[in-house]
């Protein structure tokens, strides 16, 4: 069974930086390679966004919130997706979690908060 953990949140000023990490586990470097990996984000009260999506041909999305500021990446040879954050926002806080799209399988998420 495959399993996600995210990593790397915290509380951070505005206009600081974090990187996330999603760290899948149950699953083969050439598997986790096929998969489309993204990054959600829910804040309290709010609908889950979505934030980026890394294809597994190489294509990347950005919700517009966010771009200039965040960047996706990946590793298949870690099994591991990244976040890294620019230039965050308070409107940035809220809970963000990876998901293997197409599939209910998401990790429990990693809070980030970030103080105005």
């Known amino acids: 069974q495959v399993r996600l953990v995210e990593s790397g949140g915290g509380l951070v000023q505005a206009g600081g930086s974090l990187r996330l990490s999603c760290a899948a586990s149950?699953?083969?470097?050439?598997?986790?390679?096929?998969?489309?990996m993204a990054w959600y984000r829910q804040a309290t009260g709010k609908q889950r966004e979505l934030v980026a999506v890394?294809?597994?041909?190489?294509?990347?999305n950005y919700a517009d919130f966010v771009k200039g500021r965040f960047t996706i990446s990946r590793d298949n040879a870690k099994r591991t997706v990244y976040l890294q954050m620019n230039s965050l926002k308070p409107d940035d806080t809220a809970l963000y979690y990876c998901?293997?799209?197409?599939?209910?399988?998401r990790g429990q998420g990693t809070q980030v908060t970030v103080s105005s």
């Open positions: 998901n293997i799209e197409g599939t209910s399988m």
């Open positions: 890394f294809k597994s041909g190489g294509r990347l």
């Open positions: 149950g699953v083969s470097e050439s598997i986790f390679s096929i998969y489309d």
